[in-house]
């Protein structure tokens, strides 16, 4: 008799606690910004990998349809690539304070208030145009390729100017043994993530599956100041690089992106890539065919 009431009062108090987790997570759900419409799409083999991100979704066409999508193989030779050996006519990077970095399950990326005025406000100017400094966010390996040969991973400095049109700055990341002080905090963020235990670190779960619900709310890392300075001492204030127009390597692959990729790659210590493939996985793009002139 003791045992029967022992076990319904457990159950009584399972039953109870999965209201509260319920309840807990409605509330996340409302309390926060949903991710930003579209199909699910992946990196895998599956039926929402990048050979179908184009039918996935009226919004992804482009992704299947396009004609000038990202990446490519900068170093191939191709009529509509420049290297571009002078340096921007003007880049404005100071030090961008209070930096939010977590995985939104595509990419580890970081975020700030450019809002505001200076400092957190960077810029490259393009042709009289003026982008700033929107996130940056990481890929590996590489999407882009230089004569076949793809990077271990590849850094997107994303940039907006006014009319919304885009311009990235690619800087790809080759492993060596010692670390690369502008790249700890990915080692910090993802021992928090393994800290939480919340798979990939996002912080709502599915109340029937209990699996973690990518695009909800994330775990993030907070630097209290990301200082450009030795990446652009590194990579010669990102020059030369390789000019293109292309496309978003991601649904919903929209085109007319003025892509940078620097030519000098930049050192990644081993723990750090092993911190970055543990957050993100695969996250490449396979590299896309350019019709020609001719119409082939
Ligand atoms: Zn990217």
Same mark, same amino acid.
């Given at each position: 008799?003791?045992?029967?009431?022992?076990?319904?009062?457990?159950?009584?108090?399972?039953?109870?606690? *999965? &209201?509260?987790?319920?309840?807990?997570? *409605?509330?996340?759900?409302?309390?926060?910004?949903?991710?930003?419409?579209?199909?699910?799409?992946?990196?895998?083999?599956?039926?929402?990998?990048?050979?179908?991100?184009?039918?996935?979704?009226?919004?992804? @066409?482009? $992704? @299947?349809?396009?004609?000038?999508?990202?990446?490519?193989?900068?170093?191939?030779?191709?009529?509509?690539?420049?290297?571009?050996?002078?340096?921007?006519?003007?880049?404005?990077?100071?030090?961008?304070?209070?930096?939010? $970095?977590?995985?939104?399950?595509?990419?580890?990326?970081?975020?700030?208030? *450019?809002?505001? !005025?200076?400092?957190? #406000? %960077?810029?490259?100017?393009?042709?009289?145009?003026?982008? %700033?400094?929107?996130?940056?966010?990481?890929?590996?390996?590489?999407?882009?390729?230089? %004569?076949?040969? &793809?990077?271990?991973?590849?850094?997107?400095?994303?940039?907006?100017?006014?009319?919304?049109?885009?311009?990235?700055?690619?800087?790809?990341?080759?492993?060596?043994?010692?670390?690369?002080?502008?790249?700890?905090?990915?080692?910090?963020?993802?021992?928090?993530?393994?800290?939480?235990?919340?798979?990939?670190?996002?912080?709502?779960?599915?109340?029937?599956?209990?699996?973690?619900?990518?695009?909800?709310?994330?775990?993030?890392?907070?630097?209290? #100041?990301?200082? &450009?300075?030795?990446?652009?001492?590194?990579?010669?204030?990102?020059?030369?690089?390789?000019?293109?127009?292309?496309?978003?390597? !991601?649904?919903? $692959?929209?085109?007319?992106?003025?892509?940078?990729?620097?030519?000098?790659?930049?050192?990644? @210590?081993?723990?750090? &890539?092993?911190?970055?493939?543990?957050?993100?996985?695969?996250?490449?793009?396979?590299?896309?065919?350019?019709?020609?002139?001719?119409?082939?």
């Amino acid at each position: 008799m003791k045992l029967a009431l022992n076990l319904a009062l457990a159950v009584a108090a399972l039953i109870s606690t *999965s &209201f509260v987790a319920a309840d807990q997570t *409605s509330t996340h759900h409302a309390g926060h910004k949903r991710a930003a419409p579209g199909a699910h799409w992946t990196y895998g083999q599956d039926n929402a990998g990048p050979q179908h991100w184009g039918a996935l979704d009226p919004l992804y @066409g482009t $992704c @299947g349809t396009g004609k000038e999508q990202s990446p490519i193989d900068v170093a191939i030779g191709a009529p509509f690539v420049a290297l571009q050996k002078k340096p921007f006519s003007a880049l404005n990077y100071s030090p961008l304070r209070n930096v939010l $970095c977590g995985y939104d399950s595509h990419t580890v990326k970081c975020e700030w208030n *450019s809002t505001v !005025t200076a400092p957190n #406000k %960077n810029s490259i100017v393009i042709k009289d145009k003026t982008y %700033n400094l929107l996130q940056f966010h990481f890929h590996s390996p590489s999407e882009h390729r230089v %004569n076949n040969h &793809f990077a271990d991973a590849e850094l997107h400095l994303v940039h907006q100017a006014e009319d919304k049109s885009l311009a990235v700055v690619g800087v790809l990341l080759e492993v060596q043994a010692n670390s690369n002080p502008f790249f700890e905090w990915v080692v910090k963020l993802d021992k928090k993530v393994d800290q939480l235990e919340h798979g990939h670190g996002f912080l709502v779960k599915d109340p029937v599956s209990g699996e973690p619900v990518p695009g909800e709310e994330q775990v993030k890392y907070k630097i209290d #100041k990301v200082d &450009f300075s030795p990446l652009l001492k590194a990579t010669g204030k990102f020059t030369p690089r390789w000019e293109y127009e292309g496309s978003l390597t !991601t649904p919903p $692959c929209t085109e007319g992106v003025a892509w940078n990729v620097v030519r000098t790659s930049v050192g990644l @210590g081993l723990k750090q &890539f092993d911190a970055l493939v543990d957050l993100e996985s695969y996250n490449s793009r396979f590299i896309q065919d350019r019709p020609t002139k001719e119409g082939n």
